[in-house]
């Protein structure tokens, strides 16, 4: 893992956290992230042992964000025009949050569940952890 590397950890058979992965690998080009689902044990080890929080999770410069904070934080990250959503920082966590709860609470009966986690590729595979 490269020690400047930003990790993001998600929900390995949820459908919309796998697109939302999908989405990121098509659009981050420099290679800037890279990838473990929650119920790995490579997040266990980025966590530190700690239980993983069933949210999105960026792990970036000795730092660690969920929810809304790190799906900004990704945002920023991306080429343009993607990093204009992070102008929505300006709203209290708290607030953005809910709007994250939401959306998180309904994801299995909006987008489905996997039986198991995405298999990369193999040309993807340097980008998820083990």
């Known amino acids: 893992m490269k020690s400047d590397a930003q ?8 459908n919309l956290c796998n697109g ?3 989405f990121l690998l098509a659009r981050d080009r420099r290679g800037r992230f890279q990838f473990a689902s929650l119920q790995s044990d490579a997040a266990r080890r980025v966590l530190r042992g700690d239980p993983p929080p069933e949210t999105v999770v960026l792990v970036a410069r000795g730092r660690t964000y969920i929810k809304s904070s790190a ?11 993607w ?19 939401w959306v998180a609470r309904h994801r299995y ?9 995405m298999l ?11």
Do not use: M, N
Request: aromatic letters at 14%; proline letters at 11%; one cysteine or more.
């Open 7 to 14: 990790i993001v950890l998600f929900d390995g058979v949820c």
């Open 20 to 22: 939302f992965v999908q």
């Open 71 to 81: 799906a900004l934080r990704i945002a920023r990250g991306l080429p343009f025009p």
């Open 83 to 101: 990093p204009l959503l992070y102008g929505l920082i300006v709203i209290p966590g708290p607030l953005r949050d809910l709007v994250y709860d």
């Open 109 to 117: 009966a909006w987008f489905g569940k996997r039986e198991s986690c």
């Open 120 to 130: 990369p590729t193999p040309e993807l595979r340097q980008r998820f952890l083990e």
